[in-house]
């Protein structure tokens, strides 16, 4: 099969969706592999890393949207982008359709076939190609919240972890999944006064076991969720609803009783946002400040630290993209009804419930698959 590579276009995303180890891998098992010039120079691998292990280097996007047979990314294709794709062709990449109606609409209309990484699952019931992004982004929210506090970019002034005689800042995070837990393992160790705040007792419990009793655990409900962001210093939502659209569980009214120039850290901008607030920002243009609150929504925060982001997602996607290519799309998620879960459009329908109910769209009943393995 062969597997195209275009450059990240989405505004300070350097991320590639295959590491050059990647397509060596697929290079050796008979597949062919292209790329577009310079798309893995943001986390630094040239053009040659990639060509010395036999893969082809096209001078620029639109030779590798012609040419391949799957498209491998890591952002949501922008509009031209959704434009170059057709139908008979298979895009593997992050969605997060259900806070972008555009796009479905686009990819809707191209009769590509997406699947997604973030609606995958596992046998367990969590989203192995999701959980390294999660990982990075509960670990990065506590970085940038930290810095949103500083006074010169509208912040109280305040440093998480304090010092002798005077209290670290109170930070709390909504949600106690894969990003939450390690946004809390982070602010605990600058020793913050850190709060999660989830709906799940086995998760709640879990978390009490694991962090011990330097993390207060709170039960989610409007009341509980009112008082303790009122409270805080900084607020990270970790709240993920799979493919769904998050749930708006922090009005404006409440953040109109925060002190001004605390933080709001938005994790789940990719799918809406948890804060009635929120809107998406970009790394170059992070934060802004609404109801005196410094906002950070950024909707690819993993694309600030690329490197340690790009390796750490490769490490989990490449043996869906072996599926893919080896088998065809068809057959591949035919065989595993999880990888099968990440299809979200085929030909002109959105095929995940999830999504569907999000943007107002019927789903088609059943995944198509029949006897043809060739994407």
């Known amino acids: ?100 109606k555009p796009q479905a609409d686009a990819l809707m209309k191209s009769g590509v076939t997406a699947i997604a990484y973030e609606t995958v699952t596992a046998e367990d019931g969590t989203l192995p190609l999701l959980t390294p992004m999660s990982e990075v982004a509960g670990r990065m929210s506590v970085q940038v919240g930290a810095y949103a506090l500083q006074k010169a970019v509208g912040g109280r002034g305040i440093l998480l972890g304090g010092v002798p005689g005077v209290a670290p800042a109170k930070v709390v995070i909504i949600g106690g999944g894969i990003a939450g837990s390690n946004a809390a393992s982070m602010a605990l160790g600058l020793q913050a006064n850190v709060t999660i705040i989830d709906k799940s007792v086995p998760r709640l419990r879990w978390l009490n076991n694991t962090f011990g009793p330097a993390l207060r655990t709170v039960m989610a409900h409007e009341g509980s969720i009112r008082e303790e962001v009122e409270s805080a210093d900084l607020v990270i939502g970790a709240v993920l609803v799979p493919g769904g659209a998050a749930p708006k569980l922090v009005s404006r009214r409440v953040l109109q009783n925060m002190q001004d120039g605390s933080a709001v850290v938005d994790i789940s901008i990719d799918q809406g946002g948890c804060f009635e607030t929120s809107r998406p920002t970009t790394h170059d243009h992070p934060t802004y400040i609404e109801e005196g609150i410094v906002h950070y929504c950024v909707t690819n925060m993993p694309g600030a630290v690329p490197r340690t982001a790009c390796l750490a997602l490769n490490n989990v996607t490449l043996p869906f993209i072996r599926s893919l290519a080896d088998r065809g799309w068809r057959e591949a998620l035919s065989r595993d009804s999880h990888f099968a879960a990440g299809l979200n459009v085929h030909e002109g329908s959105i095929m995940n419930a999830a999504v569907g109910k999000s943007l107002g769209y019927s789903v088609s009943g059943s995944m198509p698959v029949g006897a043809g393995l060739c994407c």
Do not use: W
Request: hydrophobic share 45%; charged share 20%; with cysteine.
């Open 1 to 100: 099969m062969r597997i195209g590579v275009p450059k990240e276009i989405k505004i300070e995303e350097y991320r590639v969706g295959l590491i050059p180890e990647s397509a060596a891998e697929l290079v050796a098992s008979g597949h062919e592999v292209i790329v577009e010039s310079g798309a893995g120079t943001g986390v630094g691998f040239a053009d040659a890393d990639y060509a010395c292990l036999g893969v082809n280097i096209l001078a620029n996007a639109n030779q590798v949207f012609e040419q391949a047979e799957l498209i491998v990314k890591v952002k949501e294709p922008q509009l031209q982008e959704c434009a170059q794709l057709r139908r008979g062709q298979v895009l593997f990449t992050y969605l997060h359709l259900a806070a972008d």
